[in-house]
Nanobody, 126 residues
Framework: QVQLVESGGGLVQAGGSLRLSCAAS????????MGWFRQAPGNEREVVAS????????YYSDSVKGRFTISRDNVKNTLYLQMNSLKPEDTAVYYC???????????????????WGQGTQVTVSS
């Protein structure tokens, strides 16, 4: 069974930075692409970034491009999201997600992800 646990969320002022982590357990981690998603109150869940299993391919939504960086450490079984120049509109619950085993390619399509974490709250004050 795969388990994903996010951490690193919190309250930060606009312009600040946070680094989210997602610790994965289960043997499918290193053989699958992963992604970060977020959901603000009253809004639908949206994709933030995705990364291939090797880490060589990354994609970002236009709203975070140039400010956020997704990365992964397959030895530590951990996914990261470095968030810089944070804005109040980045406030949301952030979720990490994992594709099925051997689905190696990064994708921004949420339905391609079958394992999800519980989420971590990020609040950016103005």
């Amino acid at each position: 069974q795969v388990q994903l646990v996010e951490s690193g969320g919190g309250l930060v002022q606009a312009g600040g930075s946070l680094r989210l982590s997602c610790a994965a357990s289960g043997r499918t981690y290193s053989s699958s692409a992963m992604g970060w998603f977020r959901q603000a109150p009253g809004n639908e869940r949206e994709v933030v970034a995705s990364i291939s299993w090797s880490g060589g391919t990354t994609y970002y939504s236009d709203s975070v491009k140039g400010r956020f960086t997704i990365s992964r450490d397959n030895v530590k079984n951990t996914l990261y999201l470095q968030m810089n120049s944070l804005k109040p509109e980045d406030t949301a619950v952030y979720y990490c997600a994992l594709r099925r085993r051997n689905d190696l390619e990064a994708t921004m399509t949420s339905t391609e992800y079958i394992y999800w974490g519980q989420g971590t709250q990020v609040t950016v004050s103005s």
